[in-house]
Structures are given as structure tokens and as C-alpha cells.
């Protein structure tokens, strides 16, 4: 009797693993990694949607070549390449309590706050919002 009930127990604990709803827009419904395994990795920016009112475009090529190295002690390091001009930003890192924001801060004192899109292995989405205009950036793993 007891193992059968261990097993119901079970099997309603996988059921509702594999139903819950994703907390992010674009993600998988689960995953063996943790928010922040999947978070840390080199970053390769790919694309870039601005939204501004009604007009959406892709912004990508008003942007440098884009490496986001986010690390495990939570600092990160954004490197921006435009032509032979190479520089690059330093901060840490901290999700919200329901981690589907990340807000960053700059050693300079800049903060942003990013709302995580999709969070994969190997897949980036983060939504930022300045002013009046939403910026969609879309990341894949630097290789």
C-alpha cells in the first residue's frame, strides 16, 4: 500500500512538473539546469527588435559587436567591438526574487533592469525598456 501511494505521489509530482506554466514568455516548461546555471556563459549578441509606439524594427546594425560574459560570482562584463574600437563595461548582477528580471549594475552606478524573455542553454532573450522605446535582445552562446 505504501509504495503504491509513493508512487501516485510520484507520478502527480512529474504530471505537474511537465504542466506548469513557464515563467518566462519564450521557454521551456522545465529544465534540469537551475535560472542561473543557464544564465552564466559568454554571450553573443544576434539581434536587436526596437518598439517604439506602433513601429517595430530591427535595430541590430545601430548596435556594436556584442560579447556578454556573465559569471557565476555574479559580476558580468559586456564587450562592444565597432570597427577597431573595442571597450567594454564592468557590474554585478542579481535576479529578482521570482527570477524573471536581472538588473545590472555598472561600476559606474548605471542600472538596468531586464525582463528574461527566454532563458536556455544556449538561448538568451532580455527585454529592456528606456523611455518610450522596448529594446528586444536576442543573445546565443559565444562558442
Known sequence: MKSTLTKIAFLFLVVVSFTACDKYEEGANYSLLTAKMRLVNHWKMT???ATNGNTTYDAT????????KVKKDDTYEVIYTFGNLVTTD????????????????EDNGDIGIYTIIKLKNKELKLEYIDGSTTYVTTYSQDD
Not at 90 to 105: H, I, Q, R
Open 47 to 49: 539581434k536587436v527588435t
Open 90 to 105: 564592468n557590474g554585478t548582477w542579481a535576479f529578482n526574487s521570482d527570477k524573471t528580471t536581472v538588473t545590472t549594475t
Open 61 to 68: 546594425g545601430n548596435f556594436p559587436s556584442t560579447i556578454l
